[in-house]
């Protein structure tokens, strides 16, 4: 028989009432069991007209602060959240059956993080962050190699290849975040953290 917490929830939901230090619990599991990209997540913005879009981007790092992923600035998804801040995230670890579901608000991260990040990146990687005009229409694929060797030639040094003005992270602060446990006959677990106004965390079960 599964144990239970005393929420009488399955055993991988615990008894933490900090959200944070169970994401890093699922996420640890998550490293282990997922074939590609643990860290992989649905981003959803909206644009000025309320329409709503929703890709895959990759999580760098996570804080009591928050979630942190990287991109051009203006991208697609960059270009809603200057609109409009409030985003939701999804992870979804098949392995596990088991996804994270957050909503907050987003913030460009510092420059001195961006800089850190992106001097972690593989040459090509940084050298791709100046080639493609992410979003953009592209006339053909030539186009876009004729850019990557016009910015290989111009940044031979594998070392020295400065970050983009307009390449950087942003941060999505969480209001609410809830986990997600399948269940039989549909009947799954969900427990959500929600930010009170005294920064601390509330708990409550949802149905399924």
């Known amino acids: 028989m599964n144990q239970k917490n005393s929420l009488g929830l399955d055993i991988c939901f615990g008894e933490l009432?900090?959200?944070?230090?169970?994401?890093?619990?699922?996420?640890?599991?998550?490293?282990?069991?997922?074939?590609?990209?643990?860290?992989?997540?649905?981003?959803?913005?909206?644009?000025?007209?309320?329409?709503?879009?929703?890709?895959?981007?990759?999580?760098?790092?996570?804080?009591?602060?928050?979630?942190?992923?990287?991109?051009?600035?203006?991208?697609k998804k960059s270009t809603d959240i200057k609109i409009n801040p409030n985003a939701s995230m999804c992870f979804h670890w098949k392995s596990l059956l088991r996804q994270i579901r957050i909503v907050g608000k987003i913030?460009?991260?510092?420059?001195?993080?961006?800089?850190?990040?992106?001097?972690?990146?593989?040459?090509?990687?940084?050298?791709?962050?100046?080639?493609?005009?992410?979003?953009?229409?592209?006339?053909?694929?030539?186009?876009?190699?004729?850019?990557?060797?016009?910015?290989?030639?111009?940044?031979p040094d594998k070392n020295i290849v400065p970050r983009p003005e307009y390449w950087s992270g942003w941060n999505l602060s969480p209001s609410e975040i809830e986990f997600w446990l399948d269940g039989d006959n549909r009947i799954h677990q969900r427990l959500k953290y929600i930010k009170s106004k005294d920064n601390g965390w509330k708990k409550v079960l949802l149905n399924p």
Do not use: C, H
Not at 52 to 69: A, D, I, Q, Y
Not at 112 to 134: F, L, N, T
């Open 107 to 155: 913030n460009p991260v510092s420059d001195k993080d961006a800089d850190e990040y992106y001097s972690s990146r593989g040459y090509g990687s940084r050298i791709g962050a100046w080639a493609s005009k992410q979003s953009t229409i592209l006339s053909n694929r030539d186009q876009l190699y004729q850019s990557i060797d016009f910015f290989k030639k111009k940044y």
């Open 17 to 75: 009432e900090n959200p944070f230090k169970l994401f890093e619990e699922w996420f640890d599991k998550a490293k282990k069991s997922e074939l590609n990209d643990p860290n992989a997540l649905a981003l959803a913005t909206s644009d000025k007209e309320g329409i709503p879009s929703v890709r895959m981007v990759l999580l760098k790092s996570f804080s009591e602060k928050g979630f942190v992923f990287y991109t051009n600035l203006n991208s």
